[in-house]
């Protein structure tokens, strides 16, 4: 139990354009989804905090225009890259909790940005 | 904010030896602490996690210690194998919920 699938698995764009990255939790009503960013060897930043149905909370320094969160439902969250640039080529990662009882990872998105 | 310090960045064990991983936190009010293993090109997968009403818990070949006082906690594996190589991760929960990660061990087991 306990899964979450997150699409794509890796994607590659050109500078300028928009990716989008979904989040979805299979087997339960994830309360709140969280977004983070690993760059190469390095840990899991956090990037924002949504709940369903409210606005993202976003971490110090990461641009909310940048990183569009929808979380329309218990069971998907989905994160937009806008006017995307290599500096945002990355490995993203979604999480979902059911009121800190548990945070589940999805496998992850590698955005490559040329 | 709550801070956590993971180490050692780096470990290599024979097969068959222990792995001891270590990380302190800041936020006293932190009550949840879950490990995670992270494969290359992976999203984290938990593989022991525990709470502030206990001092240890164990799963077979993998154990977590908790000492509140010194705000400090552990990774143990025991019988290490090849397979068991990859990055750990400790977190800590930060209120009202989300966690924050260690820096991350990579751990390798030399057959």
């Known amino acids: 139990g306990a899964v979450v699938s997150q699409h794509p698995s890796w994607v590659i764009c050109k500078s300028g354009t928009s990716v989008k990255i979904e989040c979805r939790s299979l087997?339960?009503?994830?309360?709140?989804m969280f977004w983070y960013r690993q760059f190469p060897k390095q840990s899991l930043m956090l990037m924002a905090t949504?709940?369903?149905?409210?606005?993202?909370?976003?971490e110090q320094g990461v641009e909310k225009d940048k990183f569009l969160i929808n979380h329309a439902s218990l069971t998907l969250s989905t994160l937009t890259v806008t006017s995307a640039h290599p500096e945002d080529s990355s490995f993203y990662i979604c999480?979902?909790?059911?009121?800190?009882?548990?945070?589940?990872f999805g496998s992850g998105t590698r955005l490559t940005v040329v | 904010g709550e801070n956590v310090e993971q180490h050692p960045s780096t470990l290599s064990v024979q097969e068959g030896d222990s792995a001891v991983i270590k990380c302190t936190y800041s936020?006293?009010?932190?009550?949840?602490f879950p490990w995670y293993k992270q494969e290359l090109g992976k999203g984290p997968q938990l593989i022991i996690d525990?709470?502030?009403?206990?001092g240890e818990k164990k799963d077979q070949r993998i154990a977590v210690t908790l000492n509140k006082t010194a705000k400090h906690f552990s990774l143990h594996i025991t019988e290490t194998q090849p397979e068991d190589s990859a990055v750990y991760f400790c977190?800590?929960?930060?209120?009202?919920?989300?966690?924050?990660f260690g820096a991350g061990t990579i751990l390798r087991v030399k057959s």
């Open positions: 087997d339960f009503q994830a309360t709140t």
């Open positions: 949504s709940n369903e149905g409210s606005k993202a909370t976003y």
């Open positions: 977190a800590a929960e930060i209120k009202p919920n989300g966690l924050v």
């Open positions: 999480s979902a909790s059911v009121r800190g009882l548990f945070y589940t």
């Open positions: 525990i709470r502030s009403n206990v």
């Open positions: 936020d006293s009010a932190s009550n949840y």
